[in-house]
């Protein structure tokens, strides 16, 4: 499987990462089955949260994997932290407790990457400062990022953090385009010339941000997945007729078409199923062309001025 280096970090990660928020709903050997299938196609990058599962996600993949020293190395840890039942949370004290909290569920001394979840409105950036401080001096954390921040939202924390943010993870995905939408409809009457994030993909660009791709088969805000769905026909039908060309299924073709962007954007694939996580895997590789992205961003209802 391809690597990609992450921002402006040493981490090697695999193109396509494992988001672990369902295996809390899995028993130890058939997490361990999910595990191994992501494993043996090349993905080294795990991404989890404190509240997957209200924790027993992170457990459950540390008993399955058996976690110790010669596995923890040979793999990437993310999780995140701020989301709280009823309000979001980004004080010094539950970012520590978070990450304290998800060291011992994942059996391991430090945190590759830790990601602030959803932007807290009352966050006091001086405060989440002193958090990664002690942190990274701690060892307990090597690298820091955020999930669904705006620019603005990224450089008010930039004006105290003194580590860098090295991953915004955002949904994007055939149908969900709005950070590529407010690009291309610019300087038109079109409703989705709407800039709504701040122009959050080349912001990432210009500073070396990776965007991790969240809910890549998601239409609406969590409404289901569009591959194989009876209300999408002419964008399932393109996707299969590109993928005959490369052999690739319609799955892996919805992955191939965020790999194809020059940003570099890591999908988060969700599957808990090895056959679909190796299905999905064969797109890593997969470059299709200029003509082929514009078609499938077409088939999805998207208009080009």
Known sequence: ???????????????????????????????????????????????HADIYG?????????????MKPSVRENVILQTKAGIREGYYDFS??????????????????????????????????????????TLKK??????????NHTPYQIELLKKYVGEEIIVNQL?????????????????????????????????????HITIQAWSPFQYGFFEGVFVDNDKFPKLNQTLASIGEKYGLSKTAMAI?????????????????NPKRIKDVATASEVTITREEWYEIYRAAGNVLP
């Open 1 to 47: 499987m391809k690597k990609i280096k992450l921002g402006t970090s040493d981490l090697q990660a695999s193109n396509i990462a494992l988001g672990c928020m369902r295996m809390n709903e899995l028993e130890k050997e058939d997490a361990r089955k999910v595990i191994d299938q992501a494993l043996e196609v090349g993905i080294n990058f795990f991404d």
């Open 92 to 133: 010094k004290e539950h970012i520590l407790q978070s990450v304290d909290g998800s060291l011992k569920r994942l059996k391991t001394d430090y945190i590759d990457l830790f990601l602030l979840h959803r932007p807290d409105a009352l966050v006091e950036p001086e405060d989440v400062a002193e958090a990664f401080q």
């Open 171 to 207: 949904q994007f995905g055939i149908m969900h385009t709005n950070m590529i939408d407010a690009g291309i409809q610019m300087n038109t009457k079109f409703e989705n010339a709407v800039d709504r994030d701040g122009h959050v993909l080349d912001y990432c660009r210009l500073h």
């Open 138 to 147: 701690s060892g307990k954390v090597r690298y820091f990022g955020v999930s």
């Open 256 to 272: 191939a078409w965020i790999l194809r962007h020059p940003a570099n954007i890591q999908p988060i694939i969700g599957s808990m």
């Open 54 to 66: 209200g924790g027993k996600s992170e457990e459950i993949f540390a008993e399955a994997i058996g």
